[in-house]
């Protein structure tokens, strides 16, 4: 019994080590991203199609389980109710940075309700951000539909 004991308190910081990656703290330049993601599913939620058409970048690509298509028709997809995005569950988020690109992978729950209907479904969102005109602008949004979640 005093081995398992030994063995489980020398194992645990080890899984809580990986365990806490989910939760591990952001470089300032992480954070600026991840508080723009973020920010972006507020706006999405909140219909805010004047917050959100600065946001986008003019030749923005979103990609959903059912087809792709660009800035105009997602913002006006946003206002008309063809999918509100009511609320992100997001269980961990994940920041990088190569050649003034930022790209953000997110595990999430997508609360929304499309076609009238309510849904919720397990995705892992990428974002990509790039600077356009002196600020991040999102540039392309992925959902991937994870299976068995």
């Known amino acids: 019994m005093k081995k398992l004991l030994l063995m489980l308190l020398l194992f645990f910081p080890f899984c809580s ?5 989910e ?10 991203i991840i508080d723009l993601s973020n920010q972006k599913w507020a706006w999405m939620a ?29 913002l006006r997809t946003i206002k008309e109710g063809g999918i509100w995005y009511k609320k992100a569950e997001i269980h961990s988020q994940e920041v990088y940075f190569a050649a003034g690109i930022a790209t953000v992978y997110s595990r ?12 919720r479904f397990p995705f892992i969102v990428t974002e990509v951000y790039v600077v356009s005109d002196g600020r991040w602008q999102l540039s392309s949004l992925v959902f991937t539909k994870t299976i068995g979640e």
Do not use: D
């Open 17 to 21: 080590g990986m365990w806490g990656q």
């Open 23 to 32: 939760s591990a703290k952001f470089t300032p330049e992480q954070q600026t």
């Open 46 to 74: 909140e219909k805010n199609v004047e917050q959100l058409e600065k946001l986008f970048h003019k030749s923005a690509q979103f990609v959903h389980m059912g087809g792709y298509w660009g800035k105009e028709a997602e």
């Open 108 to 119: 999430i729950h997508l609360n929304s309700v499309v076609g009238g209907q309510a849904v």
